[in-house]
């Protein structure tokens, strides 16, 4: 028999923090807290019905990962003026920041895709397997999105 | 295509991922995508609190169906938990939390979110019968942890004036049980909203104090309380 699920209070606990870290470097901090609570919101109402047994942090993120398509879209829409996700650490970081700088604006022009697929891989650790799941494509275009945004970020970056 | 990269350049960047925008290389004192001891403790901060905002939401909004909290007692911090209809568990303070989440998620539901603000009412209530001002709790209860027998014995229970005391047979015999005392004491044993359903008011016949979920000690502590025993 499988294990019952979790207390919900015991869930976010859990995930709070692989959660606000993906949307975080998916975002940005400004949009970071909405997308949050959208998040755990949609996880709160779904959760009675998940399947006990269910892998929990990929579930979670692929409900993160939706939510930061909706934010990009609403952003690429004009809906919501907004900071870029480097703004806030362009005034308060002095030079050594310049390379990050041009990373996040990298990160900003990604395919959405392809900044998912990164986001899902380096900063929440997923295997292949479930980020394919979390971005509802072959586990083999998951690698060649990871690769191709990965890519695209490296060449950003002056070396 | 990337032989002309060296692969310290993938691992730079998956660095600079990892530690999220707003953190400088600087921030990253450790080795090996580790996060600098300041950026970790900012993004766990920052984290823990946007939890506590969807936590206080779930809760005010109805989006939770249980809210749980410690409330203050003289035994220490008891964990209150209730539901739209009511207080529904209150547990004393060497009970697991752990194990009295994962009940109410298995018998109630598994939405279930710390919240304070919806035990404040309880709060109040307790410190002012802890300090002798309240003879009478009015937050509303809620049964549904309860059997049909047990609901029978624990609405007498309930009905026991402050200071007054009901035997074991006496409770019994009002909650029509023909099964007697033995199976009235295992019900009071199980109430899981003790102090607010009385179950210290009833003792054996004679006047000795039976048994008590949260310990003799403190069913001695709550009757000298409410005057009724020396």
């Known amino acids: ?73 609403a952003r690429a829409r004009g809906a919501i003026p907004v900071a870029e ?23 900003e022009e990604l395919p959405d895709r392809q900044r998912s697929a990164v986001m899902l891989r ?27 945004g990965l890519t695209k970020l490296r060449k950003a970056v002056p070396a | 295509m990337n032989e002309n990269q060296p692969p310290q350049e993938h691992e730079m960047v998956a660095e600079a991922l990892r530690r999220g925008p707003g953190a400088g290389p600087g921030a990253s004192a450790s080795a090996a995508g580790a996060l600098g001891g300041d950026a970790q403790a900012d993004v766990e901060r920052a984290a823990a ?46 009970e697991s939390i752990d ?3 994962e009940r109410l998620a298995r018998h109630l539901s598994p939405r279930i979110v710390e ?12 410190e002012d019968y802890f300090h002798g001002t309240r003879r009478t709790f009015e937050v509303a209860l ?3 942890l309860i059997g049909p027998f047990g609901r029978r014995v624990l609405r007498v229970t309930s009905d026991i004036p402050y200071g007054g005391v009901l035997s074991y047979g006496e409770v019994a015999a009002e909650a029509g049980s023909p099964r007697g005392s033995r199976a009235a004491g295992n019900a009071l044993g199980s109430n899981p909203i003790p102090i607010v359903i009385p179950c210290h008011r009833v003792l054996r016949t004679g006047g000795a ?13 709550l009757l000298e309380l409410e005057g009724a025993i020396e």
């Not at chain 1, 996700?85 to 990160?107: I, K, Q």
């Not at chain 1, 650790?125 to 509802?136: E, M």
């Not at chain 2, 939890?51 to 909004?61: G, I, K, P, T, V």
């Not at chain 2, 979920?213 to 069913?219: E, S, Y």
Request: glycine residues 6%.
């Open chain 1, 1 to 73: 028999m499988s294990e019952p699920l979790p207390p919900f209070q015991r869930f976010l606990d859990a995930h709070r923090e692989i959660v606000w870290r993906f949307l975080l470097a998916s975002v940005g901090p400004v949009e970071a807290e909405d997308c949050f609570q959208d998040t755990f919101v949609a996880a709160l109402r779904a959760y009675p019905r998940l399947r006990a047994g269910s892998n929990l942090r990929s579930w979670v993120l692929t409900i993160a990962h939706n939510k930061a398509l909706d934010s990009h879209r």
């Open chain 1, 85 to 107: 996700p480097a703004a806030v650490d362009r005034r308060t970081e002095p030079s050594p920041g310049a390379r990050d700088e041009t990373l996040w604006e990298a990160v």
């Open chain 1, 122 to 148: 380096y900063v929440a650790d997923l295997p292949h397997r479930d980020i394919a799941a979390a971005i509802g494509c072959s586990e083999e275009a998951a690698r060649r999105s990871l690769h191709e």
């Open chain 2, 49 to 94: 609190g946007a939890a506590r905002r969807l936590a206080d939401r779930a809760a005010s909004e109805g989006l939770a169906d249980v809210s749980y909290a410690p409330v203050d007692s003289p035994f220490g911090p008891l964990l209150a938990a209730t539901t739209e209809r009511g207080l529904v568990r209150l547990a004393f303070p060497e």
């Open chain 2, 99 to 101: 194990t009295v989440l």
């Open chain 2, 115 to 126: 919240s304070s603000a919806p035990l404040d009412p309880l709060r109040r209530e307790l």
């Open chain 2, 142 to 144: 809620d049964w549904s």
């Open chain 2, 209 to 221: 104090l039976g048994g008590y979920g949260g310990g003799l000690d403190r069913k001695r502590y």
